[in-house]
């Protein structure tokens, strides 16, 4: 449960903004990067960046598409061929899932570079890159931006993939609303890396406006326009501000494309316009992730490489370290049973402060962001009796909290109670 007094610290400390790390574009060692590149120089850029820095990079394919591109994604960590060993919440970040929204691509492949070169160079990457997960997925279309035309601002050619499907409306619907869906195998890889690759926070970068979505998109209850409200709203509005806030001018109304009037640079997604089977929902709603959806730019593929990669890069450069930072502001810790195993597929409540997560690391680590404030927290599974903690506080000082759980099997502490029963008889 959330105190009342939260709400006065959550406006207090909504808007955090970065001023430390010196601005520096990747672009600069390598001009590449402000073109637009092919889908098989994403390929051998992430395997090359991975040859430079095997520790810190591990790259691989999710599959393959129709026309039988790559889907690739690096993971970013110290160690990060073994990262699933390490207690450390994972961030996941996709663009490109319509082929032609295209500023995602080097936006993403910009914040790769940025990672690895940084490390050890920059305080504050290096503690990013030590302490989090990061998964980057620079096009989950890459047959879509094949048949995108430069200079195509408004059009819908390479939105689909090869076979027709809008990935951002193919992922299930947990309102059932008994659509049928294509499953395309785009989606299917997506999915399974997701479930495979469990994620704290994530962000899909799309085009056609500026500005910063969050979850619902859709609710069968509510007609498009109305706010559709999710458990996590107040902390998903928080994480949208300091998106909007960090970036250049997705806050500025003046800034935004026309006919858009989006305040403080944010919305409701649904409150914008109604998407069921969104891969947003999908992910808050199946696997417990707070994702945004992050829409970059007016014009979905400009002819201006150069000038569209430098602008993307410097508009979310701050927005982008600010918004990793968060998977580590709420609380942290491992539910264990009386010897010291994991018990994975545990519960973490906050009661009505959001949503439940479940336990999926196999050592039993969870990871969960959270407002400033004071919470009761209890952690339960099945057989086990379930575990409160009360009055845990979270502040702006101390924004990271560690609560660990002990939990005892219900069959054990009854076939205790049986012995100590029996052993009392006995003696009588």
Known sequence: MLSISSAVIYFLFAVSLTSELDFWDPSEDDATLNTYFSNEYIESKLKELMQQYPKLIWVDSMGPTPNGNGIY???????????????????????????????????LMKFIVYLVTKYKVEEEVTDLVKNTIFHIVPTINPDGFDKARRGDCTGTTGRYTKGGVDLNRDFPDHWLTGKKLKFADETRHIM?????????????????????????????????????????DRLFYNLAINYARNH?????????????????GVTNGNRW??????????????????????????CKYPSDAKKTYTDVWADNFNSLIEFSKSARRGIHGSVKNVAGRAINGATIDIGDAGSNITVKHMMG?????????????????KGFYSLTQRDIVITEKEPYVEVNFILMSISQVRALRKRQTQKKRRLL
Request: overall charge positive; hydrophobic content about 35%; some cysteine.
């Open 273 to 298: 316009y109604k998407v069921f089977n969104s891969m947003q929902d999908w992910n808050y709603f199946y696997m417990g992730s707070l994702e945004l959806t992050i829409e970059l730019g007016c």
């Open 192 to 232: 399974n890396f997701t479930k495979k690759n469990p994620s704290v926070l994530s962000i899909s970068f799309h085009d056609g406006a500026i500005v910063a979505n969050y979850p619902w998109d859709a609710h069968p209850q509510l007609g498009s326009g109305k706010y559709a409200k999710s458990p996590d």
């Open 248 to 264: 250049r001018v997705m806050w500025d109304t003046s800034q935004q494309c026309t006919g858009d009037r989006f305040t403080n």
């Open 73 to 107: 994604y690096a993971t970013i960590t110290e160690n990060a061929q073994f990262w699933s060993m390490y207690n450390r919440p994972s961030i996941k970040l996709v663009a490109n899932m319509h082929g032609n929204e295209i500023r995602g691509r080097g936006l």
């Open 365 to 381: 680590w969870y990871w969960r962001p959270l407002l400033p404030g004071t919470y009761t927290v209890t952690a339960s599974h």
